[in-house]
């Protein structure tokens, strides 16, 4: 029995704003790799790597750390300490 392979023109539709940031998140946290990612949202290694790329980039990289970068928007409630380190405040 022959079966005819399917062929789709043109090019693969990019991830919408939410998939593109849960993909970043996820790669930045560890919790999927970049291949993971790509194989599970279908879209190509290089494309994964440019999305979180562009969230790095959005973001600055010192507040971008392995608890992903949803923390990074509220870092006013954190401080620094003399070696350099972040600390929470306590809660008002």
Same mark, same amino acid.
Request: aromatic share 4%; proline share 8%.
């Given at each position: 029995?022959?079966?005819? !392979?399917?062929?789709?023109?043109? #090019?693969? !539709? !990019?991830?919408?704003?939410?998939?593109?940031?849960? +993909? @970043?998140?996820?790669? +930045?946290?560890?919790?999927?790799?970049?291949a993971e990612?790509?194989?599970?949202?279908?879209?190509?290694?290089? $494309?994964?790597?440019? +999305?979180? @790329?562009?969230?790095?980039?959005?973001?600055?990289?010192?507040? +971008?750390? @392995?608890?992903?970068?949803?923390?990074?928007?509220?870092?006013?409630?954190?401080? $620094? $300490?003399?070696?350099?380190? #972040?600390?929470?405040?306590?809660?008002?």
């Amino acid at each position: 029995m022959v079966t005819a !392979k399917t062929f789709v023109w043109g #090019r693969r !539709k !990019k991830p919408d704003p939410a998939k593109q940031r849960e +993909i @970043a998140e996820s790669v +930045i946290s560890g919790r999927k790799s970049g291949a993971e990612m790509a194989r599970l949202y279908n879209v190509s290694q290089p $494309t994964v790597s440019r +999305i979180v @790329a562009a969230l790095r980039r959005s973001h600055p990289l010192s507040q +971008i750390d @392995a608890q992903g970068p949803e923390r990074a928007v509220d870092a006013s409630s954190e401080e $620094t $300490t003399p070696q350099g380190r #972040r600390q929470s405040l306590p809660a008002a």
